[in-house]
């Protein structure tokens, strides 16, 4: 459970590729916002990556969930992925491993319009452009339930399994509903595939109807993945809470992106409430442009804002958001968002607005 001590303790995994170089500006961030609060963050790295497994093979050592548990408020995490590990075996060990381990069921990805100049989507103000979107972060497709027969034969047969349980879809279903609540937002939509996949997301119709009616305040609806991702695109004002399931929240999530000004923007944490969470940009590892000093550190510093909400610092989260917000109107950015500044000199501009 998480201290009620003004340190918090945070574990910040910066990974591989970009993963280092955006982290390193979220922890200037963090630094700055608090600096003057009184609070204090106690940060430790680890170097889990790709260099590390190739050095001596670990990935997730198997004490490290209990591990976050109990030493940890909250977990800052850079992305993982490199071309020297073609199989992603480390990545997928330690990011899968804590998200199924750490049992973190919620992913939330907002998709909030900063500027209206980023979208290319046309006649569309930031207003417009405002929703989250609440994958589910522990079972689907991503459960790993399945094999391959055969393989490398003309007779193969490979499957992989979705895995819907009816404690998941409805955690994640009132995780939504909750939060629409909570923020006074009138517009829910549970989206799935049940037309064609008739067992896996028949249960997610059957809990979402009888968990409408216990928010009649909120106009719930249902749109099949296919529509919603059309709908995102042709009408994004429709949206203010989308749910859904794990592969489809990480398609629709992508999308949102696209339309706010692409991943470099996009934030996300994985999140058991009440628990040690894990915050990381929505984006990769993105190699070919690592060691360059041109990633968009902006996801990066925004999933930091959201690890402060989580961990009950809400006023140093809205200052990391307002001082983003203002370097993007600003034109203060990397070159993915029409500016000319490198990482760093973005990160050091944020800093120096939060002091
Ligand atoms: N959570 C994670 O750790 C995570 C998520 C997605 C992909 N990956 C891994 O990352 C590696 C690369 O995958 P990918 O290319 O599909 O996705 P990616 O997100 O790394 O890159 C996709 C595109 O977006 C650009 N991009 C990404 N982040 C950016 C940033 N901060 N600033 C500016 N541009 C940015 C990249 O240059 C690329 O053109 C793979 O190994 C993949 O498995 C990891």
Not at 281 to 294: E, K, R, T
Request: aromatic share 8%; charged share 25%; hydrophobic share 40%.
């Amino acid at each position: 459970m998480m201290s009620e001590s003004p340190t918090k303790r945070i574990a910040v995994i910066p990974g591989d590729g970009i993963g280092p170089e955006v982290t390193a500006e979220a922890v200037k961030i963090l630094n700055a916002a608090v600096r003057k609060s009184g609070k204090k963050l106690a940060l430790t790295n680890f170097d889990w990556g790709a260099d590390r497994y190739l050095r001596d093979g670990t990935t997730l050592p198997p004490d490290a969930p209990e591990m976050f548990r109990r030493n940890y408020d909250a977990i800052l995490f850079g992305a993982l992925g490199d071309p020297r590990v073609p199989s992603n075996q480390h990545a997928a060990d330690i990011l899968l491993g804590l998200r199924f381990k750490l049992d973190l069921y919620v992913n939330a990805r907002p998709c909030y319009l900063q500027d209206a100049r980023l979208t290319p989507l046309k006649n569309r103000e930031e207003k417009d452009i405002h929703f989250i979107v609440f994958r589910e972060n522990t079972e689907g497709l991503y459960a790993g339930v399945g094999g391959i027969f055969k393989k490398n034969t003309e007779d193969e047969v490979a499957i992989q399994e979705d895995v819907n349980t009816h404690k998941g879809v409805e955690r994640i279903l009132r995780h939504a509903f909750e939060y629409a609540r909570r923020n006074n937002l009138t517009r829910l939509c549970m989206s799935d595939k049940s037309n064609a996949m008739t067992y896996a997301h028949d249960i997610w119709q059957r809990l979402f109807k009888k968990m409408r009616s216990e928010y009649p305040e909120i106009n719930s609806t249902h749109q099949f993945i296919d529509n919603l991702l059309l709908q995102i695109v042709r009408d994004p004002t429709q949206f203010e809470v989308i749910v859904t399931c794990n592969l489809f929240g990480d398609i629709a999530s992508d999308v949102g992106a696209g339309i706010i000004g692409g991943l470099g923007v996009a934030p996300s944490g994985n999140i058991n409430p009440g628990q040690v969470s894990l915050f990381e940009p929505v984006h990769g590892s993105a190699p070919p442009i690592a060691g360059q000093n041109i990633a968009n550190p902006m996801g990066a510093i925004l999933s930091a804002a959201m690890m402060l909400d989580h961990i009950d610092w809400p006023k140093e989260a809205r200052a990391i958001e307002n001082a983003v917000h203002e370097a993007i109107i600003e034109g203060k950015t990397t070159q993915d968002l029409g500016g000319n500044l490198g990482t760093n000199q973005v990160g050091d501009y944020i800093a120096e607005k939060l002091s």
